[in-house]
């Protein structure tokens, strides 16, 4: 017993008092899926891949990437978060067993965007909810940025075939 205390204590100092959403998005997330992610403040997708791309009534975008090659072709010059990101991935097409997932939002600088749950909506289908942090309330800007949210994905069942993704109730499907 005192053992998981102190192992509880030092995960609560590490994670700086955030040990329930790691708790939460552990226990919302498929025990055979590896997920990884980070934030990126901005677009760091090229023209075609990048929600810009879209109508201007379209808020919410997801663009999937099995090789390093097809991830590398996407991302823009200087960005080396997300360089870093794709490098550090071994993909599916490549041998390995990864793919990256770019789900993007035109909403307000404020906002940021947070891996909310994953769950299975079939044999080779995902669901991804990402949840809006920073802000309360409705979002709305005249003026909208992009936010983007990187994923990597690592499934013991084999690469997913179909992922939605879903931020603030808008949808947005990819086939992998």
Not at 31 to 58: I, K, M, T
Not at 72 to 85: N, R, S, Y
Not at 145 to 159: A, I, M, N, Q, S
């Amino acid at each position: 017993m005192k053992r998981r205390a102190a192992v509880a204590g030092i995960l609560g100092v590490a994670s700086a008092g955030c040990t329930d959403r790691l708790h939460d998005l552990a226990a919302s997330t498929p025990r055979d899926l590896a997920v990884r992610s980070r934030y990126v403040d901005g677009n760091p997708l090229v023209e075609g891949q990048s929600v810009r791309s879209l109508p201007e009534e379209l808020v919410t975008h997801a663009a999937s990437f099995r090789s390093k090659s097809e991830a590398k072709a996407a991302v823009l010059p200087g960005q080396p978060e997300t360089m870093a990101f794709v490098e550090e991935t071994s993909f599916v097409d490549d041998g390995g067993g990864s793919v990256i997932v770019a789900a993007q939002r035109l909403t307000a600088p404020e906002v940021e965007l947070r891996l909310g749950s994953i769950s299975r909506t079939g044999e080779r289908s995902l669901r991804i909810a990402v949840d809006i942090a920073g802000v309360r309330g409705e979002v709305e800007t005249d003026d909208p940025v992009v936010k983007t949210l990187l994923l990597r994905l690592t499934d013991e069942r084999g690469p997913p075939e179909r992922i939605i993704v879903s931020i603030e109730g808008d949808r947005a499907g990819v086939t992998v």
